[in-house]
């Protein structure tokens, strides 16, 4: 494995660099990387950003709205959270398995005397409060998996800037973000700066991997991919028309998920789910294939069954899905 530090703290670049570290770099090899960002929200790739982010605050507070590759909900970044992200060839059912590279995370952080749990679909938590979200993105035999670490990130903006959906905060059982996360530093036995946790996570999890240095090339590679997804409004906001139907659902161990769309004379005419589930793909393919099918569980699943849905609705089985369309 190759360790890769960023040293931007520009959003829109460090999502690029995942990128095109993922896309571009030595595709034999495995990276961990290690970087942090300036205010932003990150969310979701299957999220709608007005329902995320309560951008009067956003605008206000100089804080940038960006979207990222992996499925699953909003995150706050400031200097006091640091990212990390995993690269790797995915060649087998273990290699697949997410849960191991967060684990290496909560070890690191065991032995600085915090006591973690995984917890969820991908949280890592501390006496039941989240400091980490995490997610991942697969393509081909390609795997990354990202999260976040809050080691001192300022917990009242965070709240301020996330809008939490109602059904969220019931089956959560909580009140708002504020008391359902914590910050690292709470919780260490002595006092250490964020530079001094930096340096302690390289060491502790990349101490025998090799560091790579971008070359000009691939800086300028990855200025291109930030200037024409990651900085556009295109892919950061898009466009949400209304939909004659509107259904929400959370779905234990899915995520939430809000299907639109219109339907004439008992056919779908449009089709659009939105959420902070899990899935490497957006929508669009399955909306593709809806277009023009009757609301009938035959003709869903019929015109379903060229479609692996777990690719854009990881965990929801297919006659879950047919029952979230037509009920």
Sequence with gaps: MIYLESTW???????????????????????????????????????????????????????????????????????????????????????LDSGRLTQQIADALSNLGVHTQLSGRNDITIDGCKFSGTASYFRGNRLMHHGTLLFDTDIEKMSNV????????????????????????????CSITMDEFWAYLHERIAYDM???????????????????????????????PGYSIVKKRRIPGFGGIRVCMDVIDGKISAFHTYGDYFGDKPCGDVATALDGVSLTQDALRSALSGIDLDEYYRDLAIEEFIMLVIS
Excluded at 211 to 240: C, K, M, P
């Design 162 to 189: 996330l809008s939490v959906s109602d059904d969220k905060i019931i089956s959560k059982g909580v009140a708002s973000v504020r008391n359902r996360v914590t910050n690292v530093r709470h919780h260490l036995q």
């Design 210 to 240: 090799q560091t790579y240095t971008l070359t000009e090339q691939d800086i300028a590679a990855v200025e291109v991919i930030s200037h024409e997804r990651y900085a556009s409004w295109e892919w950061n906001f898009g466009r949400a």
């Design 9 to 95: 703290t520009d959003p829109a670049m460090n999502l690029a660099l995942e990128q095109y570290v993922f896309d571009t770099l030595a595709q034999d090899d495995d990276f961990f990387m290690l970087w942090r960002n300036s205010n932003a929200v990150i969310i979701g790739l299957h999220q709608n950003t007005a329902d995320e982010v309560n951008l009067s605050y956003a605008e206000q507070n100089d804080i940038k709205i960006v979207r990222r590759l992996s499925g699953g909900g909003a995150v706050f970044h400031d200097l006091g959270n640091l990212n990390f992200t995993f690269v790797i060839n995915a060649q087998s059912a273990e290699t």
